[in-house]
């Protein structure tokens, strides 16, 4: 089924990780989206959109486009 957003809608579709999620926001940084996703698991994490990582540096600044493959990565610990 095609689905075509019409101008005035609000919202974004994003693909995170292989899923489509939907916010309710018109505009996006790395951070926000992470608040939102994992607000309380923000220490080694990695975000990499389009196959590129985004240094955490630049969380705040770097926007999130709807089409954007976004892919978050959390180191784990084992043995």
């Known amino acids: 089924m095609y689905h075509q957003k019409t101008l005035n809608s609000e919202g974004m ?4 990780n292989q899923q489509i999620k939907q916010f309710n926001a018109e505009s996006l940084s ?25 240094p955490k540096i630049n969380w ?3 926007l999130v486009h709807e089409t954007d493959e976004i892919l978050i990565i959390s ?3 084992g043995g």
């Not at 579709?13 to 995170?16: A, C, P, Q, R």
């Not at 790395?30 to 985004?54: F, R």
């Open 13 to 16: 579709e994003l693909k995170i």
């Open 30 to 54: 790395v951070q926000s989206l992470l608040d939102l996703e994992i607000p309380h698991k923000q220490n080694g994490i990695a975000v990499a959109i389009n196959n590129t990582v985004v």
């Open 60 to 62: 705040n600044e770097h």
């Open 75 to 77: 180191a784990t610990q």
